[in-house]
């Protein structure tokens, strides 16, 4: 097997959500395993392993193929590193169930045993139930078309509107994404409550409707949106008020792998 060198430490902490969503989107290669054997690399094998830290080759039985361009063999393996235990080796041993999510490689000599590279540092989970249930909720929303490319990028323009009836008003953001595809952001006031905030994912800005959190178009707006208006918005007290409640109402992103 090809020997590609693995990202640097991997996430220790539970995964949000959104990680999950961001290894899911990443990863061609989406498989629950449980692990046969974990062959630690020496120094000569891997001289740039930073002191404390340990590079292995993971070898894992399918339990189940999540997400795959082609049909898969019976096992697969892949490079991990990360924080040694203490008798300096990885901290995990046979007989783990793991979720995996990579790209496939060419090569390895074995075809009963598909090489992966690994899409992160963190893209070797242990398995649970909950996790594989959000993993297969995520592809499945993923396969939508309307799903697709819906991160911001930034906010093109907006306006700002009084009503007929004092107390009332509306804000209008339009939004670019990855994808091309239009979001508008609309946040409606009246007197004494809350502000409404909605998205129309369409041309039809009367269609617009409220944002349901962990779904890809949530992810898009609490991961994409800029923190603060274009200057020529900002401008506009009543703009950027309704700026900012639109994005304390969408949430936080919760996003805790760095991206890149």
Not at 36 to 46: E, S, T
Not at 51 to 73: E, I, N
Not at 213 to 233: E, H, I, N, V, Y
């Amino acid at each position: 097997m090809a020997q590609p060198k693995p990202a640097a430490t991997p996430q220790t902490a539970p995964l949000s959500w959104t990680d999950w969503a961001d290894l899911v989107l990443a990863s061609p290669v989406i498989l629950s395993a449980t692990v046969d054997d974990v062959d630690r690399l020496g120094r000569k094998q891997a001289p740039d392993v930073p002191p404390g830290q340990v590079r292995a080759l993971v070898t894992a039985r399918l339990t189940a193929a999540l997400k795959s361009p082609s049909v898969l063999p019976a096992a697969a393996a892949w490079l991990w590193q990360g924080e040694a235990d203490a008798r300096g080796r990885a901290p995990f041993s046979k007989a783990l169930p793991v979720l995996v999510f990579g790209s496939p490689m060419t090569g390895g000599g074995d075809p009963s045993v598909q090489p992966l590279r690994l899409t992160a540092a963190h893209a070797q989970q242990p398995w649970s139930g909950a996790s594989e249930a959000t993993v297969r909720s995520i592809l499945a929303e993923a396969l939508k078309p309307a799903a697709q490319g819906l991160m911001v990028t930034a906010v093109k323009d907006g306006f700002h509107s009084e009503g007929d009836v004092p107390g009332r008003s509306e804000s209008q953001f339009f939004l670019s994404t990855e994808g091309g595809r239009p979001l508008t952001l609309v946040v409606s006031r009246t007197a004494g409550t809350e502000p409404t905030v909605r998205v129309a994912t369409g041309d039809l800005v009367d269609r617009a409707a409220p944002v349901q959190r962990q779904t890809l178009l949530w992810r898009g707006l609490a991961c994409g949106m800029p923190r603060a208006l274009p200057a020529s918005l900002a401008a506009n007290p009543a703009l950027s008020a309704d700026y900012a409640a639109a994005r304390t109402s969408i949430g936080v992103c919760g996003r805790t792998v760095p991206q890149g």
